[in-house]
């Protein structure tokens, strides 16, 4: 009689499902708190890169401000000749120029680690397209991309553009 008891207290403790539910909500909240980790983490890069993009577009509209003024006097030359007038012709070294001092300027506008000046140009003489890189650390899992990458986060490049004259 023991012997049956005691085989029928084993089968019922092995066809008990206490405890499993336990492992199941455990296991749905790692998953939950992954995916909240995931979004902040993606969210803060948006948010930096947009900080980025709007300085972009500042230092482009502060070169498109400056000038190269040797070409812009001797646009005054050309009056009589049938040119249109005086005219603001931006350079590429005028605009790389305005986008450093611009650049200098706001230092610490962007928490951004390595905020660079890749590339400050102007097509067409009129349009000033500055081009900044730098490396945002995601939010909750930067330690993450310390170990991972060896640029220690998400390299962000941008690019803003402004007319001048």
Request: proline content about 2%; overall charge negative; glycine content about 10%.
């Given at each position: 009689?023991?012997?049956?008891?005691?085989?029928?207290?084993?089968?019922?403790?092995?066809?008990?499902?206490?405890?499993?539910?336990?492992?199941?909500?455990?296991?749905?909240?790692?998953?939950?708190?992954?995916?909240?980790?995931?979004?902040?983490?993606?969210?803060?890069?948006?948010?930096?890169?947009?900080?980025?993009l709007?300085?972009?577009?500042?230092?482009?509209?502060?070169?498109?401000?400056?000038y190269?003024?040797?070409?812009f006097?001797?646009?005054?030359?050309?009056?009589?000749?049938?040119?249109?007038?005086?005219?603001?012709?931006?350079?590429?070294?005028?605009?790389?120029?305005?986008?450093?001092?611009?650049?200098?300027?706001?230092?610490?506008?962007?928490?951004?680690?390595?905020?660079?000046?890749?590339?400050?140009?102007?097509?067409?003489?009129?349009?000033?397209?500055?081009?900044?890189?730098?490396?945002?650390?995601?939010?909750?899992?930067?330690?993450?991309?310390?170990?991972l990458?060896?640029?220690?986060?998400?390299?962000?490049?941008?690019?803003?553009?402004?007319?001048?004259?």
């Amino acid at each position: 009689m023991r012997k049956e008891r005691a085989a029928r207290t084993a089968r019922r403790l092995r066809d008990d499902d206490s405890g499993q539910v336990l492992v199941l909500a455990i296991g749905f909240v790692a998953v939950a708190l992954a995916l909240i980790a995931t979004v902040a983490a993606v969210t803060s890069v948006q948010l930096e890169r947009k900080r980025l993009l709007s300085v972009a577009d500042a230092a482009a509209a502060y070169a498109a401000g400056t000038y190269d003024e040797a070409l812009f006097h001797s646009s005054f030359d050309r009056i009589g000749d049938g040119a249109p007038g005086p005219a603001i012709v931006l350079t590429d070294a005028s605009v790389a120029k305005g986008a450093q001092e611009y650049l200098a300027a706001s230092s610490g506008v962007v928490s951004l680690r390595e905020v660079q000046l890749v590339s400050a140009t102007s097509p067409d003489g009129q349009t000033a397209v500055v081009e900044l890189s730098g490396v945002a650390r995601p939010a909750l899992v930067g330690w993450l991309t310390d170990v991972l990458d060896d640029d220690g986060g998400v390299r962000i490049v941008v690019q803003g553009a402004a007319r001048g004259g």
